[in-house]
């Protein structure tokens, strides 16, 4: 193998050609799942301090759970975004190039400025 492939099985190797995955794209999926994990983690604490707040119903506690919930919002909001780029990093990587007859995914592409909603493709 060169220029920095490595093979995995069930991940883009064991092709006809043998193709392998890029190290570039793997490290750029674990860099990505790691962040994605912490954003989860922190969600995590984060639900768990809004509920103590709200059970408290101290009104300065109630007040800070706007500042709260718009953090997990915008949270939420770099977990779709990195979830998408993973989506788009891997049908590029020929990773999920494969025709959904052949058990591939069908995915959709966000127009730039497209926002966060989800486009159903009529398959669910």
Known sequence: MEGGETTLSGFGGGGAAGAGVDTKVLHAFQTS???VQSLLDQNRVLINEINQNHESKVPGDLSRNVGLIRELNNNIRR???LYADLS???AASDGGGRAASEGGSVGTVRPAGA??????SGLD
């Open 88 to 90: 788009s990093l891997f």
């Open 79 to 81: 977990v779709v975004d």
């Open 33 to 35: 799942f790691v962040q």
């Open 115 to 120: 926002g966060h909603k989800r486009i159903r």
